[in-house]
Every structure is written in C-alpha cells, then in structure tokens.
T-cell receptor, first 116, second 115 residues
C-alpha cells in the first residue's frame, strides 16, 4: 500500500520569499509518480508538478520545483517568489504503475498563507 | 482545450434520497476517477473508469456506484443518502489508466450537502 505524509502545520511565508512544503512517501513499488496539487478555497484541484521515480533531474515548472530525494523517500515542493495568489491548500500525491492500483493516494495537505 | 466539467456545482439533499453527479473529462481522456473530500477524512478514492469499465474501487459501501459512457463521460450515483455523505466530490480525468506518469486533471467539484 502507498502512503503520503504531510505533517507541517499551517505554513506562512512573506510575499516574494521562497517556501518549502514537505512530503514523504512510502511504497514498495519501484515505478511510481509523485504529484503536487494546489487547492484554493474555491475547491478546484490544480495540477502543479510531476516527478517520476526514475527521473534523475528534479522537476521544475515555472516557480515550482520538486526537491526529490529518493533514498529518503521525500518529494518536497519549493515555491519561489511567493505571490498572494499562492495562498491555498497543497496536496502531495502518489500514483504507482500498476493497472489494478492506479489511483492517486493523497496526503492530508498543507495550508499555505502568503503575507503581503 | 476545455477542462474537466462537473455538474452540478452545488447540491442539497435530504437523508434517504439519492443523487447523481456528472463529469465530462478533458477531450481525449479516457480514464475518469472519482474522489470524496471531507475535512475529517481528506481525499479518498471512490472508483476509476476506463473504456466504460470500472478498473479500480475504493473502500466505500455499495450505495456509491458509477458508470462511464462511450464518450468517456461519467456519472456517480449515491443512494440512500446519509449525513456523512456531505462532502466535495471531485472528478479527475487522465489519458490512460495504470500509468504512474499520467497526471490526473480535476474538475471544480460538486459540493453535496445532506440535511
């Protein structure tokens, strides 16, 4: 079974500063994908970034980057130059590469508040 | 390219009633998954459909069911509603199934309130 752990309490960051949101995972599968989603108060889940278990380079998408440490089973999201619109709930998720178990497993999420 | 469309956005029902939620995936996406989100339990997987077949199912009672049509649109049905079914129901689509490198793209969700 897969497990995602997000234990940080609500996070606060000053506008224009960088912030790191922590995520650790557990799986016995060798092939898997790690995802980060953003959920504003309106409810929609917005896909931010993906990292494959065999990817040697850390994924980057604009202001988002994923600090992937496979041996430590961590996949932290780094948001650079925070903006007020980044205030939201952030979820780390995993998907393994087996047809019978292809669901996304989510962590509990982290609330990020960006201060002006 | 249109995103995932869920209807309705908001729904109020009473205990014992049944409800049907609809989801239209992104054009070309053949896999549709449903999730329930509550403050206490977080995001929980309900089921996934691909090519009109249920491929995967979460730990929910049989009151929760779904189906997928030939155009990949999906519906989710909940019968004999209980207060605990109040939640945000999210639909997600992806190109295929069983592929760990495929992100799922979500709709805006349906907020279901049970009175």
């Amino acid at each position: 079974a897969q497990k995602i752990t997000q234990t940080q309490p609500g996070m606060f960051v000053q506008e224009k500063e960088a912030v790191t949101l922590d995520c650790t995972y557990d799986t016995s599968d060798q092939s898997y994908g790690l995802f980060w989603y953003k959920q504003p108060s309106s409810g929609e889940m917005i896909f931010l970034i993906y990292q494959g278990s065999y990817d040697e380079q850390n994924a980057t998408e604009g202001r988002y980057s994923l600090n992937f440490q496979k041996a430590r089973k961590s996949a932290n999201l780094v948001i650079s130059a925070s903006q007020l619109g980044d205030s939201a709930m952030y979820f780390c998720a995993m998907r393994v590469n087996t047809g019978a178990n292809s669901k996304l497993t989510f962590g509990k999420g982290i609330t990020l508040s960006v201060r002006p | 390219k249109a995103g995932v469309t869920q209807t309705p956005r908001y729904l109020i029902k009473t205990r014992g009633q049944q409800v049907t939620l609809s989801c239209s995936p992104i054009s070309g996406h053949r896999s549709v998954s449903w999730y329930q989100q509550t403050p206490g339990q977080g995001l929980q997987f309900l089921f996934e459909y691909f090519s009109e077949t249920q491929r995967n199912k979460g730990n929910f009672p049989g009151r929760f069911s779904g189906r997928q049509f030939s155009n990949s649109r999906s519906e989710m049905n909940v019968s004999t509603l209980e207060l605990g079914d109040s939640a945000l129901y999210l639909c997600a689509s992806s190109l295929g199934t069983g592929l760990s490198n495929q992100p799922q793209h979500f709709g805006d969700g349906t907020r279901l309130s049970i009175l």
